[in-house]
Structure formats: structure tokens, C-alpha cells
T-cell receptor, first 111, second 120 residues
Framework: GIQVEQSPPDLILQEGANSTLRCNFS?????LQWFHQNPWGQLINLFY???GTKQNGRLSATTVATERYSLLYISSSQTTDSGVYFC?????????????FGKGTTLSVSS | DSGVTQTPKHLITATGQRVTLRCSPR?????VYWYQQSLDQGLQFLIQ???????AKGNILERFSAQQFPDLHSELNLSSLELGDSALYFC???????????????????FGSGTRLTVV
């Protein structure tokens, strides 16, 4: 099945710093989403971005579908950005409708 | 409140036991998905039901089973529990079988808050 790899696995930042999280996937996708899991375990949708670029406040995401990767940018990070960021995809070439998650990037932002 | 209700929120049980996790989907949603999140395996897709029928199967162990009832709630049964089954179990629901996203209108699916299972 499709493989999803996220990097880096862990990231430690000072408040105000910028960061880039990467998601590589092994097959064409028709659905790619970024999630934030907060320290209480809740999964929060950030972006639906199978291709192109989107921005929402301090967060933005870019997916280059032809090269099979997506990037999540966090600018001027805040302590509330801490948590785990997941990339999840659905393969365009395989049967089934499961959304496959990467193992996540754990972000810790300190003040 | 996401609209998806998972019960119980926390569960502690001993090895060898059997437990049942319950998921009530958001009103109007026909599809239910189960995911397991463990420290070493990340978020793994287990199984999906759509309108009472099994739709897709992922890495679900033979000791685990699930079903979706006529009222559309779903139960995940975990038996002969092992220490490694300790995890956060998520349920998600959606109107359609896929993970619809409607630009400008929002997401066609939502995740519950999870059940944290600890096997001791």
C-alpha cells in the first residue's frame, strides 16, 4: 500500500521561530490532509491540500503532487502550536477509501 | 463537541480480557472508521463500515472485530488483550464512504475524541 513518511520526527522551537514539516508519499493521491493533534489527543483538521498552496493565518501548506510531497509551514510559532502534526493521504491508484496517516512530527514550542 | 461520541473515554483492563468500545457517529453520517494510535505504530486504519456493511479493512488483528448496527452506531470488540494493545482508539464518521472535503463548505467527516485503552 501507499507509504507516508514525515520528517523530522521531532522538532523543538523557541516561541517566534518558523518551521517546515515535510510529508513524502509513495503513490499518486487524490486526498491529502494535514492534522494537528493537541496535547489532549484531539485531532484537528488543518488543511485539505491534494495539490497547490493554501494559507490560514500563520500556517500554510504546499503540495507538489507530481513530486509526491507536501510541506506544512508554521510561522511565528506559539506554545499553543505544540503537539503532533500528521499528514494523511488516500491513494488514487488503490482500491479502498482509507486515509493513511504518517507517523507524525512532534512539535514542542517553548516560551 | 465534534458530533462523534466515543465511550468510554478511558478504560483500564487486564491482559487476556475482552472490551467493547462504542462509537456513535455524527447525525446523518452513514460511514464509520476505526483507527488505532499507538506510540510505535502511529495512527493505523483498522476498519470501515458504511450503512451497516463492512467497506474496507486495514491492519485489524483477528482478535479484534467490529460491527455497525441498524442505528448506525458501531462497536469495536477487542479480545485476548495484550499489553501491546494499549493505545488510543479513534472513531471517525462521514456522510459518504470517502473522506469528502467540500471547498468552502468544510469537511464531510469528523473524528471523535478517542478511547484511551490501557492494558495492565
Amino acid at each position: 500500500g501507499i507509504q507516508v513518511e514525515q520528517s523530522p520526527p521531532d522538532l523543538i522551537l523557541q516561541e517566534g521561530a518558523n518551521s517546515t514539516l515535510r510529508c513524502n508519499f509513495s503513490d499518486s493521491v487524490n486526498n491529502l490532509q494535514w492534522f494537528h493533534q493537541n496535547p489532549w489527543g484531539q485531532l484537528i483538521n488543518l488543511f485539505y491540500i491534494p495539490s497547490g498552496t493554501k494559507q490560514n493565518g500563520r500556517l500554510s501548506a504546499t503540495t507538489v503532487a507530481t513530486e509526491r510531497y507536501s510541506l506544512l509551514y508554521i510561522s511565528s510559532s506559539q506554545t499553543t502550536d505544540s503537539g503532533v502534526y500528521f499528514c494523511a493521504v488516500r491513494s488514487a491508484n488503490q482500491a479502498g477509501t482509507a486515509l493513511i496517516f504518517g507517523k507524525g512530527t512532534t512539535l514542542s514550542v517553548s516560551s | 463537541d465534534s458530533g462523534v461520541t466515543q465511550t468510554p473515554k478511558h478504560l483500564i483492563t487486564a491482559t487476556g480480557q475482552r472490551v467493547t468500545l462504542r462509537c456513535s457517529p455524527r447525525s446523518g453520517d452513514l460511514s464509520v472508521y476505526w483507527y488505532q494510535q499507538s506510540l510505535d505504530q502511529g495512527l493505523q486504519f483498522l476498519i470501515q463500515y458504511y450503512n451497516g456493511e463492512e467497506r474496507a479493512k486495514g491492519n485489524i488483528l483477528e482478535r479484534f472485530s467490529a460491527q455497525q448496527f441498524p442505528d448506525l452506531h458501531s462497536e469495536l470488540n477487542l479480545s485476548s488483550l495484550e499489553l501491546g494493545d494499549s493505545a488510543l482508539y479513534f472513531c471517525a464518521s462521514s456522510v459518504n464512504p470517502g473522506w469528502d472535503v467540500w471547498p468552502g463548505l468544510g469537511y464531510g467527516y469528523t473524528f471523535g475524541s478517542g478511547t484511551r485503552l490501557t492494558v495492565v
